[in-house]
């Protein structure tokens, strides 16, 4: 239960991510989304603003118990889960504890009392069930915040992800191979040398860019703003997309870079910071274009 895995107003993302059904939402997500299965957890759940399972099968567990305790003493039910309280067993217990961690029960009208069936009931009465799941969201996204906040890993993921939420681009009807390139360079789960020499236990200061190294010999930092914003091998491509959001503009500024890995392939810019609105097609080519810088 939620109890065993609930911090103050923070959730262990990790232990949730061991749940088997969250095992298998997750699988599921990251298939969506084209990312390795070892990519950030914390990630896909961000990009597709989807709550972890466990949330709802908290919610379905109070409505359980609201709606038993409202059976007559007669009903089977009833008579088990008043077994439950008395016993003080597991699955009450932790209820219980959901109950008074995430519902913010007035105190003035519920008092406790030396029978634990009465004091059920009155928690029952005046206990929200959508009180208790925003709850829980809440201090989900307490912990998904902070999580990518604190990893090293995911600090471009934090530049270009602002709001807990399914992302536009995931609804572009366009060839698999642009939406996964797109989720794979937002949720730093590419093959560029940042990340591929993370798992080589590699300095990060040798993680260089091999085009620059073997073609320019200098030495640059093969990262996320380095392949969007400044390495050669994909001037045309950046150029041309830069023209779609910002015609005319030879801003250098790194509000550009995050602009363009937070929003592209998406056709409709009119609600981003720029005013442009280039045409689906030219930056549909432009990304089709970057994508084969990523996949060969």
Request: with cysteine.
């Amino acid at each position: 239960m939620i109890i065993s895995y609930q911090r103050n107003d923070k959730i262990d993302l990790a232990k949730i991510a061991t749940m088997p059904s969250e095992t298998v939402h997750l699988r599921h997500l990251k298939y969506l989304l084209g990312i390795n299965r070892r990519s950030a957890n914390i990630t896909a759940w961000g990009e597709t603003g989807k709550y972890p399972l466990f949330i709802k099968e908290i919610g379905l567990c109070i409505k359980y118990f609201l709606r038993v305790m409202e059976l007559p003493p007669s009903n089977l039910a009833k008579a088990a889960l008043t077994d439950q309280i008395h016993l003080g067993l597991t699955w009450y217990s932790n209820v219980k504890s959901i109950i008074t961690s995430f519902d913010s029960i007035d105190t003035n009208q519920y008092q406790s009392n030396s029978s634990e069936v009465l004091n059920a009931a009155s928690i029952a009465g005046l206990c929200s069930c959508s009180n208790i799941i925003n709850g829980l969201k809440n201090a989900f996204l307490t912990s998904w915040r902070e999580s990518a906040r604190q990893s090293s890993k995911l600090s471009f993921y934090c530049a270009v992800k602002s709001d807990f939420a399914w992302e536009k681009y995931l609804d572009i009807p366009a060839v698999f191979n642009v939406r996964r390139s797109t989720a794979q360079i937002r949720c730093s789960a590419h093959k560029l040398a940042i990340e591929t020499g993370r798992h080589k236990n590699m300095p990060r200061s040798e993680r260089l860019c091999c085009y620059c190294k073997n073609e320019l010999q200098i030495s640059q930092l093969d990262d996320e703003e380095h392949f969007l914003y400044s390495c050669p091998q994909g001037a045309a491509e950046r150029g041309a997309y830069r023209e779609t959001v910002s015609p005319g503009s030879e801003s250098q500024s790194s509000e550009v870079i995050l602009h363009m890995a937070s929003t592209y392939p998406r056709g409709n810019l009119s609600e981003e910071p720029f005013n442009a609105q280039p045409s689906f097609d030219t930056s549909l080519d432009v990304v089709k274009s970057s994508v084969k810088v990523i996949h060969g």
